[in-house]
């Protein structure tokens, strides 16, 4: 399954933007790249997802490197709400779909 | 559209104890995860359902746990006998295929104690 790198832990301030990174040179053709955030006593929600091109929604923005070895998850303003363990989880035919969760970066928000 | 539904929400068990879990998925997804996420560490995939047929259960300990999925609906998680590291949360989770993407939704999770 292919892997991807995160920091363990990073803090932001409140209204601030936060800049996650998420690293995965062994990334494949077919695999898109998934965020997910888990809140505390929570399953993970969904937060966004790409294949090539730069994405958005209301949530976040998802920015891909072009050789697609990298990403950045954009939280524009944080909030207190979004402190979270933020996942990036490569997903694709590759592996039958499957969601194969690392340690991910623990995003603590501060007022 | 209403999320994945897993019951109990808590669970407490003395150790070689059976226990059982259970999870409604999202209405028309075909498959269906189990996952066990023990605390400080993210889910780990324990079995994977496509319609009410087994994919992938290489990482479910065989020798005490055991899954269903009847009709390609509703699954089951059972534990039997129970150990002290089987304090967990369980996560079930169902997904949609489209063109090369997954959607995931997951539920709440059954938080068990094993004492």
């Known amino acids: 399954d292919a892997k991807t790198t995160q920091p363990n832990s990073m803090e932001s301030n409140e209204e601030e933007p936060v800049h996650l990174p998420c690293n995965h040179s062994?990334?494949?053709?077919?695999?898109?790249i998934h965020w997910y955030r888990q809140l505390p006593s929570q399953g993970p929600e969904y937060v966004i997802h790409?294949?090539?091109s730069n994405v958005n929604n209301r949530m976040a923005s998802l920015a891909i490197a072009e050789d697609r070895k990298s990403s950045t998850l954009i939280l524009h303003r944080a909030t207190l709400r979004d402190a979270a363990v933020y996942y990036c989880?490569?997903?694709?035919?590759?592996?039958?779909?499957?969601?194969?969760f690392g340690q991910g970066t623990t995003l603590q928000v501060k007022p | 559209e209403a999320g994945v539904a897993q019951s109990p929400r808590y669970k407490i068990i003395e150790k070689r104890q059976s226990v059982a879990f259970w999870c409604n998925p999202i209405?028309?997804?075909?498959?269906l995860y189990w996952y066990q996420q023990i605390l400080g560490q993210g889910p780990k995939l324990l079995i994977q359902?496509?319609?009410?047929?087994?994919?992938?259960d290489s990482q479910l300990p065989k020798d005490r746990f055991s899954a269903e999925r009847l009709k390609g609906v509703d699954s089951t998680l059972k534990i039997q006998p129970a150990k002290l590291e089987d304090s967990a949360v369980y996560l079930c989770?169902?997904?949609?295929?489209?063109?090369?993407?997954?959607?995931?939704?997951f539920g709440s999770g059954t938080r068990l104690t094993v004492v």
């Open positions: 790409g294949l090539t």
């Open positions: 209405s028309g997804h075909a498959t």
């Open positions: 359902f496509q319609n009410n047929g087994v994919v992938d």
């Open positions: 062994t990334i494949s053709g077919t695999d898109y």
């Open positions: 989770a169902s997904s949609f295929f489209n063109t090369g993407y997954y959607g995931y939704t």
């Open positions: 989880i490569l997903c694709g035919s590759s592996n039958t779909g499957k969601l194969i």
